[in-house]
T-cell receptor
């Protein structure tokens, strides 16, 4: 069974810092990996999607990398801002027949960026 | 282009009651998945519907059931509610041939008292 772990569980930093959020998964049979942002009590906003054949994706100040063989992904946030404060969730899409396309989520990293 | 919509936004029910949550997929999408997110946890897969049939099911009891209509909208039904069913219920839609790109709705917050 796929297990997704995110470290750290919480992070509090001053504005302007560069951040790294970590995600690891136990089963390398993945189709893709996705990073989401979730504001308190709200739904999920997709930030970056990396296909299993890719190594990284970039969007603005965000960069996500994927090392499928080692079961790891990192989300890099450059020059953090208070508006980045949210919970960041990592999800892997299963590539196994019986669970094809199912997303497995970590518990998230709760990020607070203070001015 | 309307995204994924869910109704209601919030719901309060009493233990033992039944509840129905609704989801309208993103325009053009034909596959709907449901996830349960308990407080402080990541979302957990409940089931997925395609062509009006349950295509996959996660580790949830039979009290959780669903339905998909010809217009691809979907319902999630939970019977005999337990306190532990209190959670944010998220609906995600996708295209069958691109099922891994899932778009999420805002969720329904269910509180069971």
């Amino acid at each position: 069974k796929q297990e997704v772990t995110q470290i750290p569980a919480a992070l509090s930093v001053p504005e302007g810092e560069n951040l790294v959020l970590n995600c690891s998964f136990t089963d390398s049979a993945i189709y893709n990996l996705q990073w989401f942002r979730q504001d308190p009590g709200k739904g999920l906003t997709s930030l970056l999607l990396i296909q299993s054949s890719q190594r990284e994706q970039t969007s603005g100040r965000l960069n996500a990398s994927l090392d499928k063989s080692s079961g790891r992904s990192t989300l890099y946030i450059a020059a953090s801002q208070p508006g980045d404060s949210a919970t960041y969730l990592c999800a892997v899409g299963s590539d196994r027949g019986s669970t094809l396309g199912r997303l497995y989520f970590g518990r998230g990293t709760q990020l607070t960026v203070w001015p | 282009d309307a995204g994924v919509t869910q109704s209601p936004t919030h719901l309060i029910k009493t233990r033992g009651q039944q509840v129905t949550l609704r989801c309208s997929p993103k325009s053009g999408h034909d596959t709907v998945s449901w996830y349960q997110q308990a407080l402080g946890q990541g979302p957990q897969f409940i089931f997925q519907y395609y062509e009006e049939e349950e295509r996959q099911r996660g580790n949830f009891p039979d009290r959780f059931s669903g339905h998909q209509f010809p217009n691809y909208s979907s319902e999630l039904n939970v019977n005999a509610l337990l306190l532990g069913d209190s959670a944010l219920y998220l609906c995600a839609s996708s295209l069958a041939e691109a099922e891994y790109e899932q778009y999420f709705g805002p969720g329904t917050r269910l509180t069971v008292t």
